[in-house]
C-alpha cells in the first residue's frame, strides 16, 4: 500500500518570490476545516489555473488521503501556503499587488457586478461563520454571489468554484 505523503507547504515570502509578474489567483481559506471541501477547493483551484490555496496559521487542514482523493489531482498542480499573522499576510500580499476580497452573504458588492482585479486573493470563509470580522474589514473588497433567496449561501467549496471562473471569464473577455 503507498501512502500519500503531504505536500510540502511555502512560506507566503517564497510563494510570492515565485510568482510570474501579471495576472495571478489564490484562496485563502480562514477556518475551513472539511477536508472534502479542501480537496474540491484545490480541484476548482488547480482547474481555473489558481497558483496557490493559502492556510491561515491556525489552521488545521493539511492534505489528507480524503482531501487528496476529492482534489483528484489538483493537490499536485499548486502550492499550499502557510500563512504566518493575518495582518502581515494581508500587508506582504498588497506589497505584491494583490487585492483580497473577502466573501460575504451580506453588505458586499455582486460579484457579477464586479470587476475582478487581475492580481487577486479569495478570502473564503468556514461555512457557519464566514470570515472572520478583523479580516473581512481588512480586505480590499466585500463579494457575494447573488442568489435566490431559497438558502443563505453556497457551500465554500461551491462558492469558491463560482468566483475562480469568475475571474477567468474576465481575463478571457
Known amino acids: 500500500v503507498f501512502g500519500a505523503m503531504p505536500a510540502e507547504e511555502l512560506s507566503l515570502s517564497a510563494w510570492l518570490d515565485s510568482l510570474e509578474p501579471g495576472p495571478q489567483l489564490a484562496v485563502w481559506l480562514d477556518g475551513v476545516g472539511n477536508p472534502h471541501n479542501f480537496g474540491a477547493i484545490l480541484r476548482s483551484a488547480a482547474h481555473f489555473g489558481a497558483t496557490g490555496v493559502l492556510l491561515s496559521k491556525e489552521s488545521t487542514l493539511t492534505l489528507s488521503g480524503a482531501a487528496a482523493r476529492v482534489a483528484e489531482g489538483g493537490a499536485e498542480a499548486l502550492p499550499v501556503v ?59 473588497i466585500r463579494l457575494l454571489i447573488p442568489g435566490s433567496g431559497a438558502v443563505e449561501s453556497l457551500n465554500v467549496a461551491s462558492a469558491t468554484s463560482v468566483l475562480l471562473s469568475e475571474w477567468c471569464r474576465q481575463r478571457q473577455a
Open 82 to 140: 502557510r500563512l504566518g499573522r493575518s495582518d502581515n499576510a494581508i500587508a506582504q500580499l498588497q506589497s505584491a499587488g494583490f487585492a483580497v476580497a473577502a466573501t460575504t452573504v451580506r453588505g458586499g458588492q455582486s460579484l457579477h457586478a464586479s470587476r475582478l482585479p487581475e492580481r487577486l486573493v479569495l478570502l473564503m470563509g468556514a461555512e457557519q461563520t464566514g470570515v472572520e470580522a478583523a479580516l473581512a474589514q481588512a480586505a480590499t
